[in-house]
């Protein structure tokens, strides 16, 4: 399956990716404006302009074995249509790696921060239900976790190799949620980022902490 409008160049590096750890660094790589087009996104789009501060956060997420498919920051405001719309920070990613799996939820559970697991495995796995992300005048409008069906894997993750195919369809889908609505609950980044260890506690304090510098070297 061909995304339309993605370059050559591009679909060639998304189709010679053969590891998850390929795959992070790629879509790493299309968060920072390094490549112009995703699988399973508007080709030539990058990350909506209320994701850039997250930018640093989520590269080193996919670097590190966790691979985001699906975001959003916390928000409270009126929208666009006049009405009263409410967020939770929230994030989706695919793991295949069941150490980090356990890692991240656990870092989760101890922040306080909402659950679910949607595990793909051959065998039926975990699959728990979503849990609403977006409200508009206190009415649901969006949700994170809830089984991907097969048909919507295969549009999420076209132009891959099959194998790799294979492992991320078949990965643990985990959404990570902030209880509160709104701003407050961009704290979720915050523990991911002392999960990948991009931020780091000062020992003098522990309710300080610091953000490891970036190189070429430390990637």
Same mark, same amino acid.
């Given at each position: 399956?061909? =995304?339309?409008?993605?370059?050559?160049?591009?679909?060639?590096?998304?189709?010679?990716?053969?590891?998850?750890?390929?795959?992070?660094? =790629?879509?790493?790589? @299309? =968060?920072?404006?390094?490549?112009?087009?995703?699988?399973?996104?508007?080709?030539?789009? !990058?990350?909506? +302009?209320?994701?850039?501060?997250?930018?640093? #956060? =989520?590269?080193?997420? &996919?670097?590190?074995?966790?691979?985001?498919? &699906?975001?959003?920051?916390?928000?409270?405001g009126t929208g666009a249509d006049?009405?009263?719309?409410?967020?939770?920070?929230?994030?989706?990613?695919?793991?295949?790696?069941?150490?980090?799996?356990?890692?991240?939820?656990?870092?989760? &559970?101890?922040?306080?921060?909402?659950?679910?697991? $949607? /595990?793909?495995?051959?065998? !039926?796995?975990?699959?728990?239900?979503?849990?609403?992300?977006?409200?508009?005048?206190?009415?649901?409008?969006?949700?994170?976790? !809830?089984?991907?069906?097969?048909? +919507?894997?295969?549009?999420? @993750?076209?132009?891959? $190799?099959?194998?790799?195919?294979?492992?991320?369809?078949? !990965?643990?889908?985990?959404?990570?949620?902030a209880p509160e609505y709104g701003p407050d609950g961009?704290?979720?980044?915050?523990?991911? /980022?002392?999960?990948?260890?991009?931020?780091?506690? /000062?020992?003098?304090?522990?309710?300080?902490?610091?953000?490891?510098? #970036?190189?070429?070297?430390?990637?």
């Amino acid at each position: 399956m061909k =995304l339309p409008w993605m370059s050559r160049s591009d679909r060639l590096r998304w189709q010679s990716a053969r590891t998850v750890t390929d795959l992070g660094e =790629l879509m790493a790589r @299309w =968060l920072e404006g390094e490549i112009a087009s995703r699988p399973g996104y508007q080709a030539r789009y !990058g990350p909506e +302009d209320e994701t850039e501060h997250l930018v640093p #956060t =989520l590269a080193a997420l &996919c670097r590190e074995g966790y691979v985001t498919t &699906c975001l959003q920051p916390g928000f409270a405001g009126t929208g666009a249509d006049g009405l009263w719309w409410e967020q939770r920070a929230a994030v989706e990613l695919v793991v295949t790696d069941p150490t980090l799996v356990h890692r991240l939820v656990d870092a989760a &559970c101890a922040a306080g921060l909402f659950i679910r697991i $949607n /595990d793909h495995h051959p065998d !039926g796995g975990v699959q728990e239900p979503p849990v609403v992300a977006t409200t508009r005048d206190g009415e649901p409008v969006t949700a994170f976790g !809830g089984r991907i069906s097969r048909a +919507d894997m295969a549009i999420q @993750w076209p132009e891959l $190799n099959r194998d790799l195919y294979r492992q991320v369809s078949t !990965g643990t889908y985990v959404s990570v949620i902030a209880p509160e609505y709104g701003p407050d609950g961009e704290r979720l980044w915050i523990t991911l /980022d002392f999960l990948t260890g991009r931020r780091q506690h /000062d020992p003098a304090s522990p309710w300080a902490s610091r953000i490891r510098p #970036t190189s070429p070297a430390s990637r």
